[in-house]
């Protein structure tokens, strides 16, 4: 009885057993399954992506490239010495070459390649070379440092460490076409010691359409004492050179009207520019050139009147090469001004076309602030 009971034990563990290593089978089965099912469902959706030439994340192409130009243009502009290549009749002239760019003013280096890099030879930066900064267009440090023509750029430099806690976050350099409208864009930056101060140099690159470098009108003369030129004065309020070409001036006195525009020069950054009726007999003060722009009928000298004494408009206008010009703002003034003998008309800031924002001086300053 008792060997019979025991044979029906053993007989009933292997069945439980059995039943065991069959569920076991069966969930083993089902992993195996929705394994399976899992790596078939990934295989499905990077082959959709790669049809679908999509990316993700930092691998999409043009942001990639955006990173490349940010990377390398930053690198150009720090690691290396700089040079100046200067044309001669249409000629890159390879034998006066040199890396001491910053030596040159902005009416030189205009009529040349440049690469503006801010370091010397020794990789100490130089404040020598952030100053002539202002010497170069935006367009010109963007082909020296090997931009694409489709990317426009930022250029910053700033303190970041500093004794005297005044001058952190203090802007040295800051210009370039600014990210509006643009879709992406790409940021690279290095710190260096500038004296006894860390500056970072800040270089973002987007694709956005370039901006537009405004100039300015900032002083002009319509009744200068006797014997003396008509003159005006323009500002580059930006912190790289303007190319004067494409800018122009136009003028009107009753039913009388006169223009120029300018086909070369270039204005550097931050400096004032004079336009005269006589250029050897006028007073320059700080400004960088004196051009005479008498044969336009602009302006005149003496008794010979160009801008109306009393009444009369000043209009700055552009032309690009595909339009024939537009005026970017214009100045009137009329006999409640009271403009007397030697006095002169100065912007004050502001809107250049809102007539608020001028005054008449009693003191000229041509080519001064």
Request: aromatic share 8%; charged share 20%.
């Amino acid at each position: 009885m008792g060997g019979r009971r025991c044979q029906r034990y053993v007989e009933a563990r292997a069945t439980l057993n059995r039943r065991r290593l069959s569920e076991d089978d069966g969930a083993m089965t089902a992993v195996i399954e929705f394994l399976s099912s899992f790596v078939l469902f990934l295989m499905v959706v990077t082959a959709y992506l790669s049809l679908a030439q999509m990316s993700l994340g930092v691998n999409e192409p043009s942001i990639d490239r955006l990173d490349r130009s940010a990377a390398e243009g930053l690198e150009r502009l720090t690691d290396d010495g700089g040079l100046f290549v200067p044309w001669k009749d249409g000629v890159r002239d390879i034998a006066n070459a040199t890396v001491d760019w910053q030596l040159h003013n902005a009416s030189e280096l205009i009529e040349g390649d440049v690469l503006p890099a801010l370091v010397e030879v020794d990789g100490v930066l130089s404040a020598e070379k952030i100053s002539a900064l202002q010497n170069i267009t935006e367009a010109q440090l963007g082909r020296g440092i090997g931009l694409s023509s489709n990317y426009q750029f930022r250029l910053t430099i700033s303190v970041i460490d500093s004794a005297n806690v005044s001058r952190l976050n203090t802007i040295i350099f800051d210009d370039g076409t600014p990210r509006t409208a643009a879709k992406d864009s790409a940021t690279s930056s290095r710190s260096f010691t500038l004296g006894n101060e860390t500056v970072r140099i800040t270089l973002e690159v987007h694709d956005g359409a370039r901006h537009f470098p405004s100039i300015r009108i900032s002083e002009f003369t319509t009744r200068p004492m006797m014997g003396q030129p008509e003159w005006i004065e323009i500002h580059n309020p930006n912190g790289f050179a303007v190319n004067l070409s494409g800018w122009g001036l136009t003028r009107a006195t009753g039913s009388s009207s006169a223009s120029v525009l300018f086909e070369s020069g270039v204005l550097a950054g931050g400096k004032l520019g004079i336009f005269t009726g006589w250029a050897e007999l006028q007073s320059e003060g700080n400004s960088t050139f004196v051009t005479d722009i008498s044969e336009s009928g602009v302006l005149g000298v003496g008794q010979q009147d160009g801008l109306g004494d009393s009444a009369g408009s000043l209009s700055l206008t552009y032309a690009d090469i595909q339009s024939t010009g537009t005026k970017v703002y214009t100045i009137e003034w009329d006999p409640t001004w009271r403009i007397g003998s030697g006095d002169s008309i100065i912007f004050l800031g502001g809107t250049p076309g809102d007539m608020s924002n001028w005054n008449v001086v009693s003191s000229p300053s041509p080519g001064d602030f």
